[in-house]
């Protein structure tokens, strides 16, 4: 069977649906599919599985390049598989390719993030609410397009299904998680370093509600921040801290893997995750399965196995944060004990198993 994933991003650039793309590609190449990646961005080498690049330069006519680039590798394909809505699906109708089943994956949510980005501060759920969403007739066409939508959270599912009239076929396909054990997870230690050291990782966006965490460390003079990650928000949030006089307590970071990424979870405290709403958080469950506390919004669309130790809160205003995290240090012995508890793995040869599934079913 042939598949092609169709990505907006793929390493070594940083991201969720770049991990996935790649992970996913390497199961299903492993289990006999032939696999084509189509990504924006530079030119990548791949031994076991093709992938094919187009230039992620001049908005709009870049989805004309892509949509010609499926067209080229996808034409006699079994299924195109999309991670975004409007950079994959967008240019996936304009191909016009006619033999291969279309499934969208969706993690994210592109109407809320674009009204988050022009200052709304809406969860995902409340935006939903509104009476009138700028652009919902348009994602109602390119929804129905596809043959499958694959939701990564029963939650988003759920919303989709409540707001939109006559979805394709769809189902929940949850992310891995893999859980790390032996020398190196992370310490289990039950006092705090002093100051209480904060961790953030992710993009700079503004629907993680970073400037609140950043006005909040600024209430909490024990306190100590890491960012770690960078986006359209680096400029303002370097210069927020600059302005307030915190640049010895809150220090920023590029985007970290691997080894880096295991010490900086090492020597921290605490990850915290105060978004507007939070779909599905890779960095919480690494940094669960590493043993690190973590602190995320009750916005959420982890399910209840997924985020077993970890502490929900509504974290939407600076009070809201400092209060959450107050409480969360008084009671910390018990949140590092919580960490040790064996979570449910869920392996990537899990997540793959399921995709073959739905790809045999869908092609039938």
Not at 108 to 122: A, H, M, N, S
Not at 217 to 225: H, I, K, S, T, Y
Request: some cysteine; overall charge neutral.
């Amino acid at each position: 069977m042939k598949i092609i994933l169709a990505t907006g991003i793929y390493p070594p650039q940083i991201g969720g649906p770049a991990t996935y793309t790649k992970e996913l590609a390497a199961q299903l190449s492993k289990a006999g599919y032939d696999i084509t990646v189509v990504t924006y961005g530079e030119m990548v080498e791949s031994k076991d599985w093709k992938v094919e690049s187009v230039s992620k330069f001049i908005p709009l006519i870049r989805w004309w390049w892509y949509s010609q680039k499926l067209r080229e590798v996808g034409a006699d394909a079994d299924v195109v598989y999309a991670f975004s809505s409007i950079s994959c699906g967008i240019p996936l109708v304009l191909s016009g390719i006619k033999k291969p089943k279309r499934v969208l994956r969706l993690g994210g949510d592109f109407l809320w993030e674009r009204y988050t980005d022009f200052g709304g501060t809406k969860s995902l759920r409340s935006f939903y609410e509104s009476p009138f969403i700028l652009g919902k007739w348009m994602m109602t066409w390119l929804l129905r397009r596809f043959d499958h939508i694959v939701f990564s959270t029963e939650f988003q599912q759920e919303l989709y299904e409540k707001h939109y009239k006559k979805l394709p076929r769809h189902s929940v396909i949850e992310n891995a998680l893999e859980v790390e054990s032996g020398k190196w997870k992370v310490e289990s230690i039950t006092s705090p370093h002093t100051p209480f050291r904060l961790l953030f990782m992710g993009r700079t966006v503004q629907f993680k509600n970073i400037p609140a965490l950043i006005d909040a460390v600024a209430q909490m003079p024990d306190c100590f921040l890491t960012i770690v990650g960078e986006g359209p928000l680096d400029d303002m949030l370097r210069k927020k801290v600059e302005h307030l006089g915190l640049h010895t307590r809150i220090q920023f970071s590029v985007s970290v893997s691997g080894a880096e990424k295991r010490d900086m979870f090492a020597s921290h405290d605490l990850l915290v995750l105060p978004s507007l709403t939070d779909i599905s958080p890779n960095t919480a469950l690494e940094a669960r399965s590493w043993g690190l506390p973590v602190f995320l919004t009750k916005e959420t669309g982890l399910s209840e196995d997924l985020r077993q130790g970890m502490t929900l809160a509504d974290m939407t205003s600076p009070k809201d944060i400092v209060s959450a995290i107050d409480a969360v240090r008084k009671d910390y012995p018990s949140l590092r004990t919580a960490c040790n508890i064996p979570l449910k793995e869920r392996s990537w040869t899990m997540v793959a198993e399921d995709h073959c599934s739905l790809f045999g079913q869908i092609t039938v």
